[in-house]
């Protein structure tokens, strides 16, 4: 009867100790998807890394998961050529996303470094496309906007209403970086550089 009642006593008190069991992978993916779910546009692109970093790894860059990086996060893609792979040095692009945490991306930028300037037109009409193609995921567009880009003009403004910026910046001889850069409003990035293009092939 004494050696029934420890083990009755024993049993009571590891129940009392259990720890709730951790979500699984799936139980966290289902999480992602439903905060997914109930956002829309920006706040879709910002507020869910992983599946921006999966539209943007659509277009080849082979961005790794938003992980930490020093005292921020990033995700930064592999460059892709955007025109005549035969050139010496074809024109490519890259894709960043960076934030000062694990839950929201805090800025994206599209890089198009033109080292190719003979089939430099090209390369900027598919780098445009491929910015359009991508906010067209979240139902945003700004054609008029993104029209700075063959131009080559720099600019701050807007695009689909979200603060965006088109930085130009010159290398040696005709190379050159376009950097458009789309930043989370009402954020503070501390240690977070603004995207500058760099025209020989440094982070941007």
């Known amino acids: 009867m004494r050696s029934a009642l420890v083990l009755l006593c024993a049993a009571v008190l590891a129940g009392c100790n259990s720890q709730p069991p951790e979500a699984t992978v799936l139980e966290n993916e289902a999480q992602t998807a439903a905060t997914a779910a109930t956002l829309r ?14 539209h943007a790894n659509q277009f080849g860059f082979r961005a790794p998961a938003y992980a930490a990086d020093g005292p921020t996060f990033l995700s930064e893609g592999t460059p892709i050529t955007l025109s005549q792979s035969d050139a010496d040095k074809p024109n490519t692009g890259t894709f960043e996303a960076a934030g000062t945490t694990a839950q929201a991306i805090e800025r994206v930028a599209f890089t198009l470094r033109i080292t190719d300037p003979a089939n430099a037109d090209t390369a900027k009409q598919r780098f445009t496309d491929m910015i359009k193609t991508f906010l067209s995921q979240y139902d945003l567009q700004d054609d008029e906007a993104l029209g700075a880009i063959a131009s080559e003009t720099a600019s701050d403004a807007t695009v689909a209403g979200q603060p965006s910026s088109i930085a130009v910046a010159k290398g040696d001889g005709d190379t050159r970086t376009i950097t458009v850069t789309f930043t989370r409003p009402a954020t503070i990035t501390p240690g977070i550089q603004p995207a500058q293009g760099q025209a020989d092939g440094n982070r941007a």
């Open 41 to 54: 546009g920006w706040d879709r692109v910002f507020g869910v890394p992983s599946e921006t970093i999966g």
